[in-house]
């Protein structure tokens, strides 16, 4: 038996955690450049903030009344691996589905005890993690996450679905796991509004029409487990670290220095999972919703002659195929870097003519544990936005905006709550 625990209006619900004032309150986060919102308290749902809507586009008289922040993405993941942790001591297994989502068993617990211990792991979590939780339960993943959005509207909290409820019969097939708006139009042209129905469709006619992806959602609603839990993460086959700027950039040393940024924040991703690149991805964009301003959208690759987790070999390249791609008479809104066709840090393949340097693992290896143990930012590149402690230098002008940034509570000494 499977469960879905889902912290609610979960980067709202972090903020209100080191600010209980904000409890009640229309509370809305913004996107990168506070731009749209991505989170809303259900205070601001009810005064009509849609997802995704740009914050200018929202009336003047409902922007006052909202209390707004951007993203703060430390926070979120500190609090999110708070909960987790919590997960753990409750559930023999646990699957990290996203930030505010996980997946977890009812291993050997009787099918009358596990809504009551569903029921104390989310109080649990409310104590001594302050995040609000739903617990969706049932005997495949898709109706777990079905249990859980149908807990959202219940006082308790906790829901468990089985194949053939009743609640099947009244819930949207737009918003079963898996299906979306694009094939909902489809489903419905033939029939098929509820979960129920998509659970009774013709399974070989569902196949041959919509593929074997949704046949497992069928499946999966009659209660045939077709995808376990994933404790392990899954390889990853690349790593990207891109930004939109928070001005246009004009300079090609601005613009280098966001791509050195980039490319040394996805090389700490890379070391942190014993991972290696054998090629670099450099793009640059102009603004697309400025149709009267010149466009360019370009894009290079390049393929190392060996993998490499250093730093300082990504960021030459990256640096090169930025300076390669510039043109001049162009505003570029954004720029990303990815690291391609990542293996293992242990497996090598030699090379007739280049040796591998045990001093550049070394020096990596310092890098990280001198920023893990005094917070990021305490070494770096020079070619990047790094910064030093203690030197008030002027924000780079790619830098996003976030003017309405809450502190690192959880992850600067600097920035812890303060109680009187």
């Known amino acids: 038996m499977f469960g879905l625990v889902d912290g609610n209006n979960f980067y709202a619900s972090c903020e209100r955690v080191f600010n209980p004032s904000l409890r009640g309150q229309p509370v809305c986060i913004l996107s990168n450049n506070d731009g749209c919102a991505i989170a809303r308290s259900q205070e601001c749902k009810d005064l009509g903030v849609k997802m995704g809507q740009p914050i200018h586009e929202v009336p003047p008289h409902i922007r006052r009344q909202l209390r707004i922040f951007s993203a703060n993405f430390g926070l979120y993941g500190d609090l999110s691996g708070r909960v987790v942790s919590v997960l753990r001591e409750w559930f023999p297994r646990v699957e990290v589905y996203s930030i505010d989502e996980s997946f977890v068993t009812f291993d050997g617990v009787p099918a009358e005890q596990r809504e009551a211990m569903a029921l104390q792991a989310r109080a649990q979590i409310l104590q001594w993690v302050g995040i609000p939780c739903c617990v969706g339960i049932g005997p495949t993943k898709t109706l777990a996450k079905l249990a859980n959005k149908l807990a959202k509207k219940t006082p308790h909290g906790v829901v468990t679905a089985l194949p053939g409820s009743p609640e099947l019969e009244t819930y949207p097939v737009e918003d079963v796991w898996g299906v979306g708006r694009k094939l909902t139009a489809k489903l419905g042209a033939e029939g098929i509004l509820t979960a129920a129905d998509l659970a009774r469709a013709d399974p070989d006619t569902l196949r ?9 959602t069928q499946r999966e609603l009659q209660g045939v487990v077709c995808s376990d839990l994933e404790e392990v993460e899954p390889e990853r086959q690349q790593i990207v670290v891109s930004r939109s700027f928070g001005q246009e950039v004009t300079s090609l040393e601005d613009l280098q220095q966001a791509v050195s940024t980039f490319a040394q924040r996805a090389c700490e991703k890379l070391r942190s999972r014993s991972l290696q690149a054998s090629g670099v991805w450099v793009w640059l964009n102009t603004n697309p919703f400025k149709p009267g301003a010149a466009q360019y959208h370009p894009s290079k690759a390049f393929n190392f002659i060996g993998p490499t987790s250093d730093t300082r070999e990504v960021l030459l390249v990256a640096q090169g195929l930025a300076k390669a791609m510039w043109k001049t008479g162009y505003r570029y809104k954004k720029a990303g870097v990815g690291l391609l066709d990542l293996t ?38 020079a070619s990047s936005a790094w910064r030093s402690k203690g030197r008030a230098l002027a924000k780079p002008m790619w830098a996003m905006n976030q003017k309405n940034l809450s502190p690192a509570y959880t992850t600067r000494w600097d920035q812890l709550i303060k109680v009187r």
């Open 344 to 381: 293992h840090g242990d497996v090598h393949q030699g090379d007739l003519f280049a040796g591998i340097d045990p001093r550049s693992q070394a020096l990596m290896k310092v890098m990280d544990q001198a920023n893990a143990k005094f917070g990021r930012g305490t070494m770096g590149m």
């Open 208 to 216: 041959a029409r919509y593929g074997v992806t949704l046949a497992r």
